[in-house]
Structure formats: structure tokens, C-alpha cells
């Protein structure tokens, strides 16, 4: 449970930190280089099609929180403030993704790790959102 929660803490804190406009900024904004104990837990993988498409419609709802939390996280007086906020913000999407079919806090989080690394499922991945969005993607500017 600690390692899921943990896993999904840093998902969240790059989430808070993330524009509104959309996956491909995830990618230029996200830490170049994720702490060694997320390195063991996304190990190359293939991700099967459902995944992808369960990952995209988790994304929406922790984007979703996303928006909902940065004005308050920025509004945050003191760092304790901004601490339980983002503790609150945290919860919220591990419940988020939790709740999800098709998808587990961990796999949500080996896929945000590799779309990272890898341009082509990066693209995959903001296709399949643009489509659960029901919009079309448009390159981040």
C-alpha cells in the first residue's frame, strides 16, 4: 500500500505542477530523471491497447483534480498548507485511478513513467486521450 501510495504521490506531484493543456506538457514539464526506486518499478514493458485506453481515461480525472488543486496549492499560505493540500490532492487521484477499470495505480504510473521516455507512446497516449476527451489532441504550443 506505502509503494502505491508513494508511486502515486510523485504522479501527483508532477500532475500539480502540470498545465492544463494537455499530456505533451506532461512530457517537457515532468522530472527528466524519476527517483531509483520508480526506475525498478517501470521496467520496459508493453502495454496492451486497454491499458492504454484505461490510462487515458484515468488521466482525464487526475487532470481533472489537477485543475481543481492548483489554485489552492498556489493560494497556499504556508508550506504546511501547501503540504495538506497536496496530501489531499494525492488522495483524490490515487481514488481516482483506483476506481478506473482496467487499470492499477501502479500500471497508471509504469505508463506515465514510459510515455515519458518514449516519444511513440507518448503520442499513442495523447491520441487516446484526445479521443476520451471527446475533442481532438492538439500539439502542445
Not at 506532461?26 to 520508480?38: D, G, L, S, V
Amino acid at each position: 500500500m506505502n509503494i502505491k501510495r508513494y508511486s502515486l504521490m510523485a504522479v501527483a506531484a508532477i500532475g500539480l505542477s502540470l498545465p492544463a493543456s494537455g499530456f505533451a506538457l506532461a512530457q517537457e514539464t515532468a522530472p527528466a530523471a524519476p527517483a531509483p526506486e520508480m526506475q525498478q518499478q517501470a521496467p520496459a514493458q508493453d502495454f496492451s491497447d486497454e491499458q492504454l485506453r484505461s490510462f487515458a481515461v484515468a488521466f482525464l480525472e487526475v487532470d481533472q483534480i489537477n485543475k481543481q488543486y492548483t489554485p489552492r496549492l498556489q493560494e497556499a499560505g504556508t508550506p504546511e498548507e501547501q503540504q495538506a493540500i497536496q496530501e489531499e490532492a494525492s488522495q483524490e487521484m490515487v481514488s481516482a485511478v483506483e476506481s478506473s477499470e482496467g487499470i492499477s495505480v501502479q500500471e497508471y504510473t509504469s505508463i506515465m513513467q514510459a510515455a515519458q521516455a518514449d516519444p511513440a507512446l507518448a503520442q499513442t497516449l495523447t491520441e487516446y486521450i484526445g479521443e476520451a476527451s471527446g475533442g481532438e489532441t492538439t500539439p502542445a504550443e
